[in-house]
C-alpha cells in the first residue's frame, strides 16, 4: 500500500501548476453528493480534490503558482494516508500511513491526559533533498480540525522517538516526546475560554 502511495503521489509538477477548472470539474451526483475532481482557484492557488460518493478519494494537490509551492495529497474514503510537499520541484516534506488511534498523552504543563485519535509518521527534508528529521506526529481526525491537521498538522505534537539529521544525512540528535503541550482535545477546547487554555 505504500509503495502505491508513493508512486502516485509523484505527480507531473508543471502540470498541476498550470491545471485550471473547466466544464468536468465540481460535479454532484445524483443525490447531491460531490463526486469527481473539484478545483478551486484564489489568486495564486490551486486545489483539487477528488470525490467520491461525498467523500475526499483518491489524489488531489493545492499549489501555489507563484511561490511554486506544491502539496499532493491522498485520500482513501474520506480519510486521508499521505501527503508530499514541495517548492520549486524540490522535496522538502512528506507524511505517510495516517491511522486512526486511541492514545492518551500527559500534559507537559498539568499532566492531565489528552486524547489524541489520529497518527502518522513524518519526514522533512533539506533543499538538497537529504533527510531533516522524521518520527511520529499526533493529532485529531476532529472534522472541524480537518484543513488544519491536513495542512502541516495546524493541531498535532510530536510523539515518541524523533531523529535529526544535519545537511549530509549524519544522524546528529535523537528526542523522545512523552508529554504534548495541548491542555485538552479540540472538542473539549470549545467549552473553555482562551485564558483557561492558554
Known sequence: MKRFILFILLIPIYAVLFAQPSA??????????RTGPW??????FVECVV????????????????AKELETFFYDNGLLR?????????????????????????????GAMVKFDRQCYS?????NGMIKDEGLWIGWKNDSYDDLFTEGFGEGDFFGEWHYYDEEGNLTETKVYETT???RTPSEAALFTDEEMM
Open 51 to 66: 470525490y467520491k460518493e461525498g467523500n475526499k478519494d483518491g489524489l488531489g494537490f493545492r499549489a501555489n503558482k507563484v
Open 24 to 33: 468536468p470539474y465540481n460535479k454532484y451526483d445524483s443525490e447531491g453528493r
Open 82 to 110: 499521505a501527503t508530499r510537499l514541495y517548492i520549486n520541484a524540490v522535496l522538502i516534506g512528506q507524511t505517510f500511513d495516517y491511522e486512526d488511534v486511541e492514545r492518551f498523552v500527559p500534559c507537559k504543563e498539568t
Open 39 to 44: 478545483m478551486w482557484t484564489d489568486g495564486d
Open 181 to 183: 503541550i495541548y491542555h
Open 123 to 127: 519526514q522533512e527534508f533539506y533543499p
